[in-house]
């Protein structure tokens, strides 16, 4: 899922494309994707983009007058920049924003369809839709503090709440929780002071460092290959690779939908983390630390 830097670099790309440009015409490929029906898609046409702007991790494009157009993409959702009247690709392709300098394509891979399109007229509307997360970079240790301590989570499901902090997802949390060396799966109740001053300048330092890699990538070609999976993450899809601050391999742990990867000894004074259903599978059998999975691979070799 693009989160708050992958946002950014989209809006860098799509400012000077479309800002002040007239929305020509739109074309909806899958009746899926639009979520609204007045106003609808046909209301926006003609009229010119007084700005774009992220709402957690949607793109909010404003066409004056109240009239926004909301894009999430979810998971698979993606934005494609191309020559003015492009097609829309046949099993991925869900809108077309026809613009004088070009052709916004919207495109969702897979099968599941995740990504939305709202039309909403009115600031009330607009703020409706707004999970109300705070915004990391513009806040200081404080009010951080304050907001992670609201309720009891993990770490892990308290940074990608969007109701706790606007725009982090599965990629950049496990960044962040790798360079505060704390563990995903540590109780916010259970922090230490100096654990939850790491922890918020950790965040800030990866949201600002990613964004500002990502905007400037973004300035040379729109953004095509947006992924939660970039070459220099410390231990975001990288489950057996090394940790580039120690050398032990990057474990992950699987629940539901989604997965966390961490360096034990960065993280969790060696220990291994297990997801509920190999803790159920293997019981007393699961290994408890590096040490002892390493044994067991030596074992078993």
């Known amino acids: 899922m693009p989160e708050l830097p992958d946002i950014e670099a989209y809006l860098e790309a799509l400012g000077p494309r479309v800002v002040q ?23 926006l046409a003609g009229r010119p983009t007084a700005g774009v702007h992220r709402m957690g991790k949607r ?17 698979a959702g993606r934005f494609r920049w191309r020559e003015r009247g492009a097609a829309l690709p046949g099993k991925v392709g869900l809108a077309a924003f026809d613009f004088p300098t070009g052709t916004l394509l919207m495109t969702e891979a897979g099968s599941r369809r995740q990504a939305a399109l ?5 600031r009330g509307a607009l703020s ?10 513009d806040a200081d240790l404080t009010v951080f503090a304050r907001r992670l ?12 709440d969007p109701h706790i902090f606007s725009g982090i997802g599965n990629a ?43 905007r400037q990538e973004a300035e040379r070609s729109f953004p095509e290959k947006v992924t939660a999976f970039r070459p220099g993450m410390a231990v975001h899809g990288r489950y057996g690779q090394p940790c580039p601050v120690c050398g032990a391999p ?20 060696g220990r291994l983390l297990s997801d509920r259903a190999l803790s159920r599978l293997l019981r007393d059998d699961w290994p408890r630390s590096l040490d002892e999975l390493e044994a067991r691979r030596k074992r078993s070799g």
């Open 21 to 43: 440009q007239p929305l020509e015409r739109v074309r909806i490929g899958s009746p899926f994707v639009l979520r609204t029906t007045d106003p609808s898609p046909a209301d």
């Open 59 to 75: 793109l909010v494009f404003d066409f004056g007058e109240e009239l926004f157009l909301v894009a999430h993409l979810m998971i």
């Open 118 to 122: 709202h039309v909403v007229r009115g």
């Open 128 to 137: 409706a839709m707004d999970p109300g997360g705070l915004e990391v970079l």
């Open 149 to 160: 301590l609201l309720e009891n989570h993990t770490l892990k499901r308290a940074l990608t």
């Open 172 to 214: 950049y949390s496990d960044e962040i929780l790798h360079a505060a060396k704390v563990s995903p799966m540590k109780l916010t109740s259970a922090l230490a002071d100096d654990e939850l001053e790491r922890l918020f300048h950790a965040a800030q330092r990866t949201l600002a460092g990613w964004t500002h890699r990502l």
């Open 250 to 269: 990057v474990q992950r742990i699987v629940y539901a939908r989604n997965e966390a990867n961490y360096c034990a000894v960065c993280q969790t004074e």
